[in-house]
């Protein structure tokens, strides 16, 4: 008898990720057109801080941009670091988003100079180079720890970069809310040691 379960192929993992992420930063360009179209309505659902009504766009704020530029920013950190996370299974990737967004539209909201209004999806940026840089350590995995490495070698200039209180117009407490969220996210969400499955 064999004590292996059906598991996806590596093929499987990568079209599932990258559709995956495709479609989440599709959703994105999209959302900014129909922001443009409507006059920047959705501009209103950023986050303000320290107003209760504003809880509720805690989430929403993570899928809205203030312009086609600030949403190019984003898509190809989002869709890389995305990718690469998404490898390690989409149940798990949703659950680290999900922690990201919520600890960093939180702590957006309480933390966030009182004029300001906060949207994009950097914060989860930063959040998923957090969880790739610690995880491969966390987990002992050693293609986990070069993926680390490469990412910071890659990204690391720009998130020390965006942790800057210094720059002005851009929400470095949610850079930073977000990127100890996703090393907690490492921390909370690490896989077992994989098992090898023999026949008996």
């Known amino acids: 008898m064999s004590g292996s379960r059906p598991q996806w192929s590596r093929g499987d993992r990568v079209g599932t990720a990258a559709k995956l992420m495709v479609g989440?930063?599709?959703l994105l360009w999209l959302l900014e057109v129909i922001d443009t179209v409507t006059g920047h309505?959705?501009?209103?659902h950023g986050i303000v801080p320290r107003v209760p009504s504003e809880l509720a766009d805690v989430l929403p704020a993570a899928f809205l941009h203030f312009g086609f530029a600030h949403v190019a920013a984003n898509s190809v950190p989002l869709l890389v670091l995305g990718f690469l996370a998404a490898l390690g299974g989409i149940r798990r990737f949703l659950a680290v988003c999900a922690l990201i967004v919520v600890a960093d539209g939180l702590g957006v909201w309480l933390v966030s100079p009182a004029d300001s209004n906060t949207a994009g999806a950097s914060g989860l940026i930063f959040g998923l180079f957090g969880f790739l840089l610690v995880s491969g350590f966390v987990e002992?995995?050693?293609?986990g720890v070069v993926v680390g490495v490469l990412i910071a070698a890659v990204w690391g200039g720009s998130i020390l970069a965006g942790l800057a209180p210094t720059q002005s117009g851009v929400s470095w407490q949610g850079?930073?809310?977000?990127?100890?969220a996703g090393v907690t996210a490492a921390f909370l969400f690490r896989r077992a040691p994989e098992h090898r499955h023999l026949p008996a």
């Open 24 to 26: 989440w930063v599709a």
């Open 140 to 143: 002992r995995r050693p293609l």
């Open 41 to 44: 309505a959705l501009d209103d």
């Open 175 to 180: 850079h930073l809310i977000g990127l100890v």
